[in-house]
Protein backbone atom coordinates (compact mmCIF):
# COMPACT_ATOMS: atom_id res chain seq x y z
CA UNK A 1 0.00 0.00 0.00
CA UNK A 2 3.32 2.48 0.63
CA UNK A 3 4.58 1.90 -2.42
CA UNK A 4 2.03 2.47 -4.23
CA UNK A 5 1.08 5.52 -2.73
CA UNK A 6 4.96 6.48 -2.91
CA UNK A 7 4.92 5.64 -7.04
CA UNK A 8 1.27 7.46 -7.20
CA UNK A 9 3.44 10.89 -5.88
CA UNK A 10 6.24 10.79 -7.83
CA UNK A 11 4.49 10.68 -11.10
CA UNK A 12 2.39 13.53 -10.06
CA UNK A 13 5.31 15.64 -8.92
CA UNK A 14 7.47 14.63 -12.55
CA UNK A 15 3.94 15.48 -14.67
CA UNK A 16 4.20 18.80 -13.13
CA UNK A 17 7.47 19.45 -13.12
CA UNK A 18 7.30 18.59 -16.80
CA UNK A 19 4.59 21.23 -17.19
CA UNK A 20 6.52 23.61 -15.12
CA UNK A 21 9.48 23.39 -17.68
CA UNK A 22 7.56 23.48 -20.57
CA UNK A 23 5.52 26.94 -19.45
CA UNK A 24 9.37 28.29 -19.12
CA UNK A 25 10.33 27.28 -22.07
CA UNK A 26 7.14 28.26 -23.73
CA UNK A 27 7.32 32.08 -21.79
CA UNK A 28 10.84 32.29 -23.13
CA UNK A 29 10.58 31.63 -26.38
CA UNK A 30 7.78 34.13 -27.11
CA UNK A 31 9.59 36.86 -25.17
CA UNK A 32 11.73 37.25 -26.94
CA UNK A 33 10.31 39.77 -29.83
CA UNK A 34 12.25 41.73 -32.86
CA UNK A 35 13.01 45.29 -32.10
CA UNK A 36 10.98 47.89 -33.33
CA UNK A 37 12.16 50.44 -36.25
CA UNK A 38 12.37 53.99 -34.77
CA UNK A 39 9.98 56.62 -36.57
CA UNK A 40 11.49 59.32 -38.25
CA UNK A 41 8.86 61.50 -39.15
CA UNK A 42 6.53 61.95 -35.91
CA UNK A 43 4.25 64.25 -37.95
CA UNK A 44 0.65 63.60 -38.57
CA UNK A 45 1.04 64.09 -42.59
CA UNK A 46 2.44 60.44 -42.49
CA UNK A 47 -1.00 59.35 -41.30
CA UNK A 48 -3.11 58.17 -43.91
CA UNK A 49 -6.94 58.69 -43.55
CA UNK A 50 -9.97 59.89 -45.11
CA UNK A 51 -11.47 61.59 -42.06
CA UNK A 52 -13.85 64.81 -43.17
CA UNK A 53 -14.37 67.28 -40.87
CA UNK A 54 -18.17 68.72 -41.66
CA UNK A 55 -17.55 71.64 -39.78
CA UNK A 56 -14.37 73.01 -41.81
CA UNK A 57 -16.32 71.62 -45.29
CA UNK A 58 -19.21 73.98 -44.55
CA UNK A 59 -16.85 76.94 -43.10
CA UNK A 60 -15.44 76.56 -46.80
CA UNK A 61 -18.89 76.46 -48.56
CA UNK A 62 -19.56 79.73 -46.77
CA UNK A 63 -16.85 81.80 -48.00
CA UNK A 64 -17.49 80.06 -51.47
CA UNK A 65 -19.73 82.29 -54.15
CA UNK A 66 -22.61 81.56 -55.33
CA UNK A 67 -26.56 81.29 -54.01
CA UNK A 68 -26.50 77.36 -53.46
CA UNK A 69 -23.57 78.16 -51.15
CA UNK A 70 -24.58 80.60 -49.19
CA UNK A 71 -27.82 78.57 -48.79
CA UNK A 72 -26.17 76.42 -47.54
CA UNK A 73 -23.86 78.01 -45.51
CA UNK A 74 -27.12 79.52 -43.39
CA UNK A 75 -28.57 76.26 -42.88
CA UNK A 76 -25.39 75.14 -41.18
CA UNK A 77 -25.19 78.34 -38.89
CA UNK A 78 -28.78 78.37 -37.96
CA UNK A 79 -28.49 74.92 -36.79
CA UNK A 80 -25.74 76.44 -34.32
CA UNK A 81 -28.09 79.05 -33.44
CA UNK A 82 -30.76 76.77 -32.54
CA UNK A 83 -28.58 74.42 -30.36
CA UNK A 84 -27.25 77.82 -28.65
CA UNK A 85 -30.38 78.97 -27.77
CA UNK A 86 -31.23 75.35 -26.75
CA UNK A 87 -28.77 75.68 -23.92
CA UNK A 88 -29.14 79.33 -23.47
CA UNK A 89 -25.48 80.20 -24.58
CA UNK A 90 -27.36 83.71 -25.29
CA UNK A 91 -24.13 85.62 -26.43
CA UNK A 92 -23.01 82.88 -28.90
CA UNK A 93 -26.36 82.70 -30.34
CA UNK A 94 -26.49 86.53 -30.96
CA UNK A 95 -23.37 86.08 -33.12
CA UNK A 96 -24.86 83.37 -34.79
CA UNK A 97 -28.20 85.23 -36.18
CA UNK A 98 -26.23 87.96 -36.60
CA UNK A 99 -24.12 85.65 -39.27
CA UNK A 100 -27.82 84.56 -40.74
CA UNK A 101 -28.28 88.36 -41.17
CA UNK A 102 -25.11 88.82 -43.35
CA UNK A 103 -25.90 85.68 -44.94
CA UNK A 104 -29.28 86.82 -46.34
CA UNK A 105 -28.14 90.11 -46.86
CA UNK A 106 -26.07 88.70 -49.80
CA UNK A 107 -28.72 87.06 -50.73
CA UNK A 108 -30.90 90.23 -50.93
CA UNK A 109 -33.26 88.92 -48.83
CA UNK A 110 -33.55 91.93 -46.76
CA UNK A 111 -36.78 91.27 -44.52
CA UNK A 112 -35.14 88.20 -43.29
CA UNK A 113 -31.82 89.82 -42.63
CA UNK A 114 -33.56 92.54 -41.11
CA UNK A 115 -35.19 90.23 -38.71
CA UNK A 116 -32.02 88.54 -37.70
CA UNK A 117 -30.09 91.66 -37.26
CA UNK A 118 -32.96 93.03 -34.41
CA UNK A 119 -33.34 89.68 -32.51
CA UNK A 120 -28.87 89.42 -32.61
CA UNK A 121 -29.25 92.89 -31.48
CA UNK A 122 -31.74 91.70 -28.58
CA UNK A 123 -29.65 89.04 -27.36
CA UNK A 124 -26.57 91.16 -27.58
CA UNK A 125 -28.49 93.78 -25.33
CA UNK A 126 -29.25 91.37 -22.99
CA UNK A 127 -25.95 89.80 -22.99
CA UNK A 128 -24.62 93.85 -22.67
CA UNK A 129 -22.15 93.46 -25.69
CA UNK A 130 -21.89 97.10 -26.23
CA UNK A 131 -19.75 96.21 -29.31
CA UNK A 132 -21.64 93.98 -31.20
CA UNK A 133 -24.91 95.89 -30.01
CA UNK A 134 -23.45 98.65 -32.04
CA UNK A 135 -22.24 96.70 -34.86
CA UNK A 136 -26.45 95.02 -35.52
CA UNK A 137 -27.73 99.01 -35.31
CA UNK A 138 -24.89 99.71 -38.25
CA UNK A 139 -25.79 96.85 -40.04
CA UNK A 140 -29.80 97.53 -39.53
CA UNK A 141 -29.20 101.43 -41.06
CA UNK A 142 -27.51 99.96 -43.65
CA UNK A 143 -30.40 97.42 -44.99
CA UNK A 144 -32.92 100.35 -44.12
CA UNK A 145 -31.27 101.97 -45.99
CA UNK A 146 -31.62 100.14 -49.38
CA UNK A 147 -35.11 99.59 -48.71
CA UNK A 148 -35.70 102.95 -48.44
CA UNK A 149 -36.48 103.49 -44.53
CA UNK A 150 -34.02 106.47 -44.51
CA UNK A 151 -35.69 108.22 -41.50
CA UNK A 152 -35.38 105.06 -39.42
CA UNK A 153 -31.74 103.77 -40.56
CA UNK A 154 -31.20 107.78 -39.29
CA UNK A 155 -32.18 106.64 -36.00
CA UNK A 156 -29.97 103.52 -35.47
CA UNK A 157 -27.42 105.30 -36.36
CA UNK A 158 -27.72 107.83 -33.81
CA UNK A 159 -28.93 105.30 -31.07
CA UNK A 160 -25.49 103.59 -32.10
CA UNK A 161 -23.56 106.88 -31.56
CA UNK A 162 -25.02 107.31 -28.22
CA UNK A 163 -23.80 104.12 -27.04
CA UNK A 164 -20.22 104.47 -28.07
CA UNK A 165 -19.92 107.88 -26.68
CA UNK A 166 -21.43 106.62 -23.38
CA UNK A 167 -18.88 104.03 -23.42
CA UNK A 168 -16.03 106.19 -24.27
CA UNK A 169 -15.59 104.46 -27.53
CA UNK A 170 -13.77 107.17 -29.86
CA UNK A 171 -12.76 105.86 -32.44
CA UNK A 172 -16.70 103.76 -32.75
CA UNK A 173 -18.06 107.56 -32.32
CA UNK A 174 -16.15 109.74 -34.95
CA UNK A 175 -17.04 106.35 -37.44
CA UNK A 176 -20.82 106.29 -36.46
CA UNK A 177 -20.71 110.12 -37.21
CA UNK A 178 -19.38 109.81 -40.60
CA UNK A 179 -21.71 107.68 -41.23
CA UNK A 180 -24.15 109.78 -39.79
CA UNK A 181 -22.95 112.52 -42.42
CA UNK A 182 -22.82 110.18 -45.53
CA UNK A 183 -26.05 109.17 -45.05
CA UNK A 184 -27.56 112.66 -44.87
CA UNK A 185 -25.59 113.91 -48.07
CA UNK A 186 -27.19 110.77 -50.10
CA UNK A 187 -30.82 111.70 -49.05
CA UNK A 188 -29.89 115.17 -50.27
CA UNK A 189 -28.10 114.01 -53.37
CA UNK A 190 -31.60 111.38 -53.87
CA UNK A 191 -33.79 114.46 -53.92
CA UNK A 192 -32.16 116.83 -56.61
CA UNK A 193 -32.99 114.89 -59.81
CA UNK A 194 -36.45 116.22 -59.53
CA UNK A 195 -35.39 119.23 -59.03
CA UNK A 196 -32.60 118.98 -62.12
CA UNK A 197 -35.08 117.60 -64.36
CA UNK A 198 -38.19 119.96 -63.33
CA UNK A 199 -37.67 121.90 -66.45
CA UNK A 200 -37.48 118.29 -68.75
CA UNK A 201 -40.68 116.84 -66.94
CA UNK A 202 -42.53 120.56 -67.92
CA UNK A 203 -41.70 120.17 -71.37
CA UNK A 204 -42.84 116.37 -71.36
CA UNK A 205 -46.02 117.81 -70.32
CA UNK A 206 -46.49 120.48 -73.06
CA UNK A 207 -45.70 118.10 -75.83
CA UNK A 208 -48.25 115.59 -74.59
Given at each position: MRLSLVIFFCVISF?????????????KKHLILPLLQPVKD???????????????QVYSVALAPGEYSLETASHYVMGMAKHNMRFRIYNQASYNFSDLAQLYYKL????????????????????????????????????KTDIGDVPSARTDLLEARDIARAKGMQAETTAIEKKILLLAQNTATAGKPDVKYAETAGSVKKAL
Open positions: SASAQFWRNIGFKNSISRIKTTLKLNSLHRFSEAKWYFLQSNYLSRQENDDKHTISNLISLAMI
